[in-house]
């Protein structure tokens, strides 16, 4: 078994800043990737950012250049520093990873039980 433990939501005011992170740990041989997918009320859950384990990173456009993916492989640990939050970024944000449980296995998805971040004033 693998456990996402996401932790670093919370309320902020527009403008403000929040980091999210998320360690994975149980089976796990190899991480393909990291990432972090959103959902509002009434909305599909949808891709906010994705790392490789070789550090390519992938955005919506919609937090391009506010918010910043980053990993630290060696702990399993994939960070979202979101910067000029807007209330639109209100969302559950789910942790998600690609990885491989056991040496030969197929690769499967794993997603934590997510972490409410409010934007308001």
């Known amino acids: 078994q693998v456990q996402l433990v996401e932790s670093g939501g919370g309320l902020v005011q527009p403008g403000g800043s929040l980091r999210l992170s998320c360690a994975a740990s149980?089976?796990?041989?190899?991480?393909?990737?990291m990432g972090w997918y959103r959902q509002s009320p009434g909305k599909q859950r949808e891709l906010v950012a994705f790392i490789t384990r070789g550090g390519t990173a992938n955005y919506a456009d919609s937090v391009k250049a506010r918010f910043t993916i980053s990993s630290d492989n060696a702990k399993n640990t994939v960070f979202l520093q979101m910067n000029s939050l807007k209330p639109e970024d209100t969302a559950v944000y789910y942790c998600y990873t690609e990885l491989y449980p056991t040496r030969g296995s197929v690769r499967t998805n794993y997603w934590g039980q997510g972490t409410q971040v409010t934007v308001s004033s």
């Open positions: 149980g089976s796990i041989f190899s991480i393909s990737g």
